[in-house]
């Protein structure tokens, strides 16, 4: 199995010359690629293997040269097909993109990673040429940790995005097979306890603590900022601790939400305060998170429907909106009780494996210790 993963290193060791010069370049590449929009939007996506000279040529009054001018062609058509696939089920929804000039997806035919040339305080330099006008940039780059990490795990790509700030580097990791195992658990995402398993364990009980610090600050200032990059680190935490436990485990299911935010539909039954915590709680974050884990370390990662799954008696399976009070769970017909965020978990799971998908994974282990 190959993964790609991503890194992204400062270009604040450049001078102030080669910034406000990369800014230049980046909003020319701006203005160019929009042309492109504009004429393939009216006109028809061609693939990328049709960008002949003529189109190519295109726009008028441009400096850039026609290697970089190939390269906004290539930005807009991927613009261009990623908006028509995201609303394939909405076309009303779908609108022209319009690029801001602020990135650049550059391959090695415009930018080259080169050694540091014998200086101490970089570890290489990223070569910019064929820009146009005879500008070339060499911007100089400093490794940390992460990127290092990736140097030693995979190969790296010659392709980059490149900003004013950063460029980001990509690398092709190969993992190998999945695991094959029967060993699967279900996981409860939530504000009182950010993981909940159908064994008992519950992980990021702090979480809600973050939320309610994030909501305290003003939305914008840098309190808020702060706060918000405190949570991501509380939830990689989170998902460092349950990866230490991989090697027993095949299989993680969660809940597939989407759309909950402060303006989401449940805005009938919630009060503000409930919306203002469900509109600043990262589980998007914390999803991605979890499931780049599950890549890396070979566990297969499934979602199903997270309708009724803290409502539902995991014995009887009887299904009521009084067997849940606040965190308690207990059923109104057989009189199971327990956690309410753990019987989600015993749900989800089930769900998963009386499923068509299921199937394989049957007989499995589910009610293993951590220990």
């Known amino acids: 199995m ?40 009216k ?38 097909t990623a908006v028509k ?51 070339i940039l060499d911007l100089p780059v400093k490794y940390h940790k992460h990127i290092n ?10 392709s980059y995005i490149l900003t004013e700030k950063y460029v980001q580097l990509s690398f092709e990791i190969d993992t190998g097979p999945k695991k094959s195992g029967k060993n699967a658990i279900g996981i409860d995402t939530g504000i009182k306890a950010l993981a909940s398993l159908n064994n008992g364990s519950q992980f990021g009980l702090a979480i809600e603590s973050c939320v309610e610090r994030i909501k305290r600050c003003d939305h914008g200032s840098q309190g808020q900022k702060q706060a918000r990059r405190a949570m991501r680190q509380r939830i990689d935490e989170v998902v460092k601790e349950i990866v230490k436990h991989f090697e027993k485990i095949d299989l993680v299911v969660v809940e597939k939400l989407k759309n909950m935010n402060y303006k989401s539909k449940l805005k009938r039954r919630l009060s503000k305060n409930m919306r203002r915590s469900i509109g600043t709680w990262a589980y998007r974050y914390w999803l991605k998170r979890l499931e780049q884990a ?73 009610m293993f210790s951590f220990s």
């Open 2 to 41: 190959k993964l790609i993963r991503s890194s992204k290193c400062s270009l604040k060791f450049a001078t102030d010359s080669k910034r406000s010069e990369l800014k230049r370049v980046l909003t020319e590449y701006g203005r160019v690629c929009n042309i492109f929009i504009e004429h393939f939007w």
């Open 43 to 80: 006109n028809g996506t061609p693939s990328k293997s049709e960008l002949l000279k003529e189109t190519v040529d295109l726009p008028e009054g441009t400096w850039l040269s026609a290697r970089l001018r190939k390269v906004a062609a290539r930005e807009a058509i991927d613009m261009i």
């Open 85 to 135: 696939e995201r609303w394939k089920n909405k076309p009303w929804k779908i609108s022209m993109p319009v690029h801001k000039g602020r990135r650049a997806l550059v391959s090695c035919t415009i930018a080259e990673l080169q050694d540091k040339k014998d200086s101490s305080e970089f570890d290489a330099w990223l070569h910019l040429s064929s820009i146009g006008e005879k500008v």
């Open 149 to 158: 990490k990736l140097f030693a795990q995979g190969k790296r790509l010659n």
């Open 294 to 366: 599950c890549e890396t370390n070979r566990v297969s990662f499934r979602t199903v429907a997270p309708f009724y799954t803290s409502q539902t008696c995991p014995c009887c399976g009887h299904a009521d909106r009084g067997n849940r009070v606040l965190q308690e769970f207990r059923c109104l017909k057989c009189g199971h009780a327990g956690n309410a965020d753990i019987v989600a978990a015993r749900n989800i799971l089930t769900r998963f494996l009386t499923g068509v998908y299921g199937a394989r994974y049957k007989p499995y282990e589910t």
